[in-house]
């Protein structure tokens, strides 16, 4: 069975900067692709981040290009997903997400966790 636990959200103010992780567990990480999506209160979900199964491939959402940056560690089963000079309009929660590598051109993902709130206020 397929667990995604994202970790590492939390309240920061306008500026500044988060990490947040995702363990896998269930799955042989090295062959998927594993990416971010968020979604805001009253908005659709949306994808933030992707990186491919060995990692040689990332695609972003236009919005945070240059400031959030996705990486993962397979010996750690890790994703993360660093995020600098967040803006209040990043506030969201944010999921992480494993699939095959279509995921890069905009298939959503077939397992999903729980979501970690981000909150970016003064």
């Known amino acids: 069975q397929v667990q995604l636990v994202e970790s590492g959200g939390g309240l920061v103010q306008p500026g500044g900067s988060l990490r947040l992780s995702c363990a896998a567990s269930?799955?042989?990480?090295?062959?998927?692709?594993m990416a971010w999506y968020r979604q805001a209160p009253g908005k659709q979900r949306e994808l933030v981040a992707a990186?491919?199964?060995?990692?040689?491939?990332?695609r972003y959402a236009d919005s945070v290009k240059g400031r959030f940056t996705i990486s993962r560690d397979n010996a750690k089963n890790t994703v993360y997903l660093q995020m600098n000079s967040l803006k209040p309009e990043d506030t969201a929660v944010y999921y992480c997400?494993?699939?095959?590598?279509?995921?890069?051109?905009?298939?959503?993902?077939?397992?999903w966790g729980q979501g970690t709130q981000v909150t970016v206020s003064s």
């Open positions: 997400a494993a699939g095959s590598d279509v995921v890069l051109f905009g298939i959503e993902p077939g397992s």
């Open positions: 990186i491919s199964s060995g990692g040689s491939s990332t």
């Open positions: 269930g799955i042989i990480f090295s062959s998927y692709a």
